[in-house]
């Protein structure tokens, strides 16, 4: 049995394909045609997932998309119609792709892949919480979902049992904790949809100082966790913009302007929305509890990639486990379609064993052989050298303990929005030098966000303040106390950015700014060769911790083929890029021919 699905026309779109209960493909249309959160029709990522099984759309029996479009072009009729006439202006701009296109799923579908079989479209919340639950290791669980808005739903709960998943209750458009956190990303002066990681990287560097302001005029927030939103102060609903003039007045000032210097006021802003909205996620967490008595949570939508939220949220013990899905955003919901028709439509019985998720470390994507790599290093009079096996991950591990940052580009593409070991670059977390060096010289962005520590999954809670696996870096927990470094009277008394520069613990490169990490647990089962580095690194080196992050630059998508990894790798000041058994050194290799200024419209992202 073959279900493909599909989610598309909004952000991130994904295909991913299910054979008999199964995850065996998925992957964003982002990562082939290089669009940053492509939105379109995912045809590059349908042509892969059918191409990696072997199989083509005459073999598919089912097509599940991810929402239900009639619905939530009902949402937006009615919400143009209740905030006219000040909403003419979005309605006319968002009908013509409206009624030329997202009203017409079943016929795109069919023309753009052939497909003439039954098209199924559960609701968008539904995909999340089935992306959420079927993939997880429980067998029965609370599920939350949380992001801006599906077709209404902004927030819903509910409960998992073997193949059933029931939601109970839900939170309706326009109060939307995603979409609060949108408009301070918005007005912080960010990228909706794509700078919200940047403002809770930018919140332990700010004091809570308007979280009671927030909590007081913003939004209505009642003990078991249900909110309303003071509409006074948006105006998504009616405009182009995310915040109302009432919004500016109330924080001092218009919304800060894209690459402008961030003051206090800014980072003040993100600590105190990320505050509010952990205090939001920490009562909802227990009235769900309560309604449902479960003791394990699921977790899926956007605002489930808060990975503090997440990591708070675990050490209040309201559960004793939590599972977040590593793609948890619009690109998850391709993958709980399909789950969703294999389990809740078709009956198929479900077996977890409360240890291991279904999902193979999210390794899903498109894999690269050696002899590909090669064919394309050749073909290209790229200088490298060959290594064996054996010797891969001791020569690696030398590279990154003398301070080299290096491209990493093996096996399975991840699925989601974290690289897991597969599309990295990789450095040494003891360096004081590299959070600088590989934000400004290698990922071209702000110098302040932090970097994240891969650890092997046995050696975690020598580091961290982590009793368990974390294997898709949506946990944040402290550095050790031991591990931490005593700072100075002069440091202590540091604000701001000014905080940016001091080594905090014995892994500086991954400890951030208040002790805490994004942590990434490796085991040795789903990711063998990363497990392997990691651990010639322990070995010779004495650290089991290195740094990982998305092998990609700003404002481009993570890497995907070898002609992506060898021109980021080009474009930066990395040292070495290893793909497969091929090492790249920089010095030996002829700096690119470039059509345009690249690099200036990252910067201006």
């Known amino acids: 049995m073959n279900i493909l699905g599909i989610s598309a026309f909004y952000h991130d779109s994904a295909a991913c394909l299910v054979q008999s209960g199964r995850v065996v493909a998925a992957a964003q249309e982002e990562r082939f045609t290089r669009k940053k959160h492509d939105q379109r029709f995912p045809v590059s990522a349908i042509d892969y997932c059918l191409k990696n099984s072997g199989i083509t759309v005459g ?22 119609l209740a905030y006219a006439p000040y ?21 795109i579908i069919k023309k753009e892949t052939g497909f003439e079989g039954r098209v199924l479209f559960p609701e968008h919340h539904e995909s999340h919480a089935a992306s959420a639950f079927f993939p997880s290791p429980f067998d029965e669980a609370a599920v939350l979902t949380l992001d801006g808005v599906g077709e209404w739903t902004t927030t819903s709960y509910g409960v998992g049992k073997g193949n059933n998943l029931d939601l109970a209750a839900d939170i309706h458009f326009p109060h939307s904790l995603g979409l609060l956190y949108s408009a301070f990303t918005y007005y912080l002066g960010f990228k909706v949809n794509s700078g919200e990681y940047k403002v809770m990287g930018l919140a332990p560097y700010g004091e809570p100082k308007y979280a009671d302001l927030i909590l007081r005029e913003l939004i209505d927030l009642k003990e078991d966790g249900s909110y309303r939103l003071n509409m006074e102060y948006f105006s998504y609903c009616a405009g182009l913009r995310m915040t109302s003039r009432k919004f500016d007045r109330l924080f001092g000032g218009p919304p800060r302007k894209s690459e402008t210097a961030l003051a206090q006021r800014e980072m003040d802003l993100a600590s105190s929305l990320q505050a509010v909205t952990e205090e939001v996620v920490l009562r909802i967490a227990r009235h769900v509890s309560s309604e449902t008595g479960q003791r394990r949570l699921c977790l899926a939508g956007g605002v489930a990639l808060n990975c503090v939220a997440n990591g708070k949220l675990l050490r209040t013990g309201i559960y004793d486990d939590i599972w977040v899905q590593p793609a948890a955003g619009d690109a998850g919901g391709a993958m709980g379609a399909a789950l969703a028709t294999w389990y809740k439509y078709l009956g198929n019985a479900r077996k977890a064993d409360g240890r291991s998720d279904f999902l193979d470390g999210s390794l899903l994507g498109p894999e690269v052989s050696d002899a590909g790599i090669k064919d394309y290093l050749e073909s290209n009079s790229i200088p490298y050298k060959e290594l064996g096996r054996e010797e891969l991950a001791g020569k690696v591990a030398d590279l990154i303990a003398d301070e080299k940052v290096i491209g990493w580009f093996q096996g399975r593409m991840e699925f989601g929005p974290r690289a897991l070991g597969a599309r990295s670059i990789i450095g040494d977390a003891r360096s004081p030098k590299l959070q600088s060096v590989m934000n400004i010289k290698i990922k071209y962005r702000e110098s302040f966000r932090p970097f994240a520590p891969a650890v092997l999954e046995e050696r975690a809670a020598e580091y961290f303040d982590l009793d368990r ?5 949506l946990l944040v927990a402290d550095v050790k106390k031991e591990r931490r470094r005593e700072m100075t009277e002069n440091e202590k008394g540091l604000f701001g950015i000014d905080k940016l520069n001091v080594a905090r613990s014995d892994i500086p490169a991954v400890t951030h700014v ?49 002609e992506d990894a060898f021109r980021c790798f080009m474009r930066t000041d990395m040292d070495y890029l290893v793909m497969g058994r091929f090492l790249l050194e920089k010095a030996r290799q002829r700096p690119l021919e470039e059509k345009s200024d690249w690099k200036k419209e990252f910067e201006l992202d």
């Open 59 to 80: 073999d598919i029996d089912y097509i599940a998309f991810y929402e239900k479009p009639f619905l939530k072009f009902e949402r937006l009729l009615e919400t143009s």
């Open 87 to 107: 909403g003419l202006r979005s309605f006319v701009k968002a009908m013509p792709v409206w009624i030329k296109q997202k009203l017409w799923i079943k016929e």
């Open 469 to 473: 696996a974390s294997p898709y870096m």
């Open 514 to 562: 208040d002790y805490s990490a994004r942590v990434q647990t490796v085991d040795r089962r789903t990711n063998p060769l990363f497990h392997e580095l990691i651990s010639a690194v322990n070995e010779r080196h004495g650290s089991a911790v290195i740094i990982n992050t998305s092998f990609n630059v700003r404002g481009e998508p993570i890497v995907c083929t070898s």
